[in-house]
């Protein structure tokens, strides 16, 4: 069965850095877009960073030049690193990917998956 499994976040000062990583497990067929979003208290949902299987990203404003995502398509993982942290980015980060699978007949069919979530912290 097709999951994703993160890894990384936790407590971290105000200008310093973290690295989320994130890896599609289970085989897939194929491994779409992938992505990272975050949800703080009170707030909705928003995209952080996304990218392409061909490598094209796009970032939220509030993040660009600070954060970067990277993915390896050979061994399905997507990674965030996260510079200069600022304490509104204090938040749970998920990360999100279009997976390609094969139905018990045999044809490809793409859903989108989800990771458990990990909490990041910045204190000022």
């Known amino acids: 069965q097709v999951q994703l499994v993160e890894s990384g976040g936790g407590l971290v000062q105000s200008g310093g850095s973290l690295r989320l990583s994130c890896a599609a497990s289970?085989?897939?067929?194929?491994?779409?877009?992938m992505g990272w979003y975050r949800q703080a208290p009170g707030k909705q949902r928003e995209l952080v960073a996304a990218i392409t299987s061909g490598g094209d990203t796009n970032y939220a404003d509030s993040v660009k030049g600070r954060f970067t995502i990277s993915r390896d398509n050979a061994k399905n993982t997507v990674v965030l690193q996260m510079n200069n942290l600022k304490p509104e980015d204090t938040a749970v980060y998920s990360c999100?990917?279009?997976?390609?699978?094969?139905?018990?007949?045999?044809?490809?069919?793409?859903?989108?998956?989800w990771g458990q979530g990990t909490q990041v912290t910045v204190s000022s």
């Open positions: 999100n990917a279009a997976i390609v699978v094969l139905t018990t007949q045999g044809f490809p069919w793409e859903y989108d998956y």
């Open positions: 289970g085989n897939p067929y194929r491994v779409n877009g």
